[in-house]
């Protein structure tokens, strides 16, 4: 019983992206056929009502003893006091109404199978889900940053299977769904939704609040369960983004900070904003890209590559292009550089 109520915890919430029809539509439909087999078996017992004898009347059936033959006849009640007495009315018992008894029954029978084969078919995708997700990005947040992020990390090659969404609204997690991601359905804040994401096994966590104190809780959260998965975090004011570093995030960003400082550019500069949106933007144009300096390009000065070198991290400390401490570039250098996008969709090749 433990165990069964522990599996119940750890599912709870988690909604694997997957194309299915509303339950609602499934049940009104077979309704729908259940009730058109029940009128056509009425229509034809009462077509047939000669054919018919009542044992407790001697009269004539009328169209209310026809429903009531068919109702216990499809639901093989079967009281036997209507009963087909002629060779005509008995043979379309066999060949007409005993189908229509047999496919009323499948309906009826059909629609809790498949209700209790779905909850166990949609168990063990999520059993089989959380056995298997590992090195994947965990987003909190599927608003409007959020959903930017996560176009930001298809672009760069992450796949849809590799992202798990967070957030507290079912219908921003049934959306997320409908594009191929999997979700859960809590708040991030929370140490035992982000367990069900399993925080523990990721390789990193974007967290897309709307709010500041939101931000600051889950990365303290994350940083707790996980103290060296790498998070980002968008931070609204930027007397905030000091605490946020304080709680354990890695790489802050300003959000209202960065848009003011580029509405102040895009009056005597458009150019320049156009070209930071150009490298801000995945898939086209300009790209930034992080990467290891590779073994031909060892010995080599940062003007010297092809790439247009923006910084070069060595030792744990980011240089810029032009800092003379940099030298010539080493083996272990990660660096930040300007990739042109060509048309066919692949970064061009360094």
């Known amino acids: 019983m433990a165990s069964e109520t522990e599996s119940g915890t750890e599912h709870t919430g988690v909604q694997l992206a997957h194309v299915e029809p509303s339950p609602i539509r499934q049940v009104a439909r077979r309704i729908v056929f259940a009730v058109v087999v029940f009128v056509v078996t009425v229509l034809l017992v009462y077509l047939d009502r000669e054919g018919y004898r009542d044992l407790d009347d001697l009269g004539e059936i009328t169209l209310l003893d026809a429903a009531y033959y068919a109702t216990v006849t499809l639901s093989t009640t079967g009281y036997g006091d209507i009963t087909p ?50 090195q994947h990005v965990i987003v909190c947040g ?103 570093r304080q709680s354990g995030a890695d790489t802050v960003i300003t959000t209202s900070a960065t848009s003011g400082r580029l509405l102040g550019l895009s009056t005597d500069a458009p150019r320049v904003v156009a070209t930071v949106e150009d490298l801000v933007t995945g898939g086209q144009g300009l790209d930034l890209q992080q990467r290891r300096v590779s073994a031909g390009e060892v010995g080599l000065g940062p003007r010297q590559l092809r790439d247009i070198v923006l910084s070069v991290t060595r030792g744990g400390r980011t240089l810029r292009f032009d800092d003379p401490l940099i030298g010539t570039l080493e083996a272990e250098d990660v660096l930040v550089v300007v990739r042109s996008h060509p048309p066919g969709g692949q970064l061009a090749a360094s």
């Open 142 to 244: 599927y608003g409007t940053k959020g959903r930017s992020a996560i176009r930001s990390l298809q672009a760069s090659g992450t796949p849809l299977e590799q992202i798990v969404v967070v957030d507290p609204e079912p219908r921003a997690i049934e959306e997320a769904n409908s594009v191929g991601l999997h979700g859960i359905v809590g708040d991030a804040g929370r140490t035992d939704v982000l367990r069900r994401a399993h925080v523990e096994r990721a390789r990193a966590v974007i967290v897309a609040a709307n709010r500041d104190d939101a931000s600051v809780l889950i990365t303290l959260t994350v940083r707790q369960l996980n103290p060296s998965v790498p998070i980002t975090t968008s931070v609204r004011e930027e007397e905030n983004a000091a605490l946020l």
């Open 85 to 134: 007495v002629t060779e005509q009315a008995r043979l379309v018992n066999l060949l007409v109404i005993t189908p229509l008894r047999v496919l009323f029954l499948i309906v009826l029978i059909g629609t809790t199978l498949e209700a209790l084969t779905a909850r166990s078919r949609e168990e063990f995708r999520i059993r089989r889900w959380r056995s298997r997700v590992r």
